[in-house]
């Protein structure tokens, strides 16, 4: 199994540290929620709060293309908020927010990790 298949049974599993232990020593991770890229159990910490918001978290990966180490995923995220959303009460409202990821690869390790996806949807969704 490749990094990439890893890296998203890491978040099917709710597992920070399977997670975590799939980047490079220098390997960073951004989405529309962070400020700036995370590093090292920064990235844990982050997957976790969406892992409390909805426990039931899925990727439904729809396409993946390759090319030279570098890797771009489109998904839909699907769960339903069960949980506290950054001190928020849970909504009950179920989640179906499309997006993608873009990996740099490098030695079989993940170098860097770009997510996309609508803010605003997913806190429409999340009825916020």
């Known amino acids: 199994m490749c990094c990439i298949e890893l890296y998203w049974a890491a978040w099917h599993r709710h597992d920070a540290q399977a997670l975590v232990s799939l980047y490079a020593l220098d390997g960073v991770y951004q989405d529309p929620l ?70 740099q690869i490098v030695q079989r390790r993940i170098r860097s990790v770009q997510s996309y996806f609508d803010v605003k949807t997913l806190l429409e969704q999340l009825d916020f």
Do not use: Y
């Not at 993946?64 to 998904?75: E, F, P, Q, S």
């Open 34 to 103: 962070t400020d700036k890229p995370l590093k090292g159990m920064a990235i844990g910490m982050h997957a976790r709060t969406f892992w409390e918001a909805l426990p039931d978290l899925r990727f439904a990966l729809t396409e993946t293309l390759r090319a030279d180490g570098l890797i771009a995923v489109a998904w839909t995220l699907n769960g339903v908020c069960t949980g506290m959303w950054q001190g928020l009460p849970p909504s009950g409202r179920t989640i179906c927010l499309p997006g993608a990821t873009h990996f």
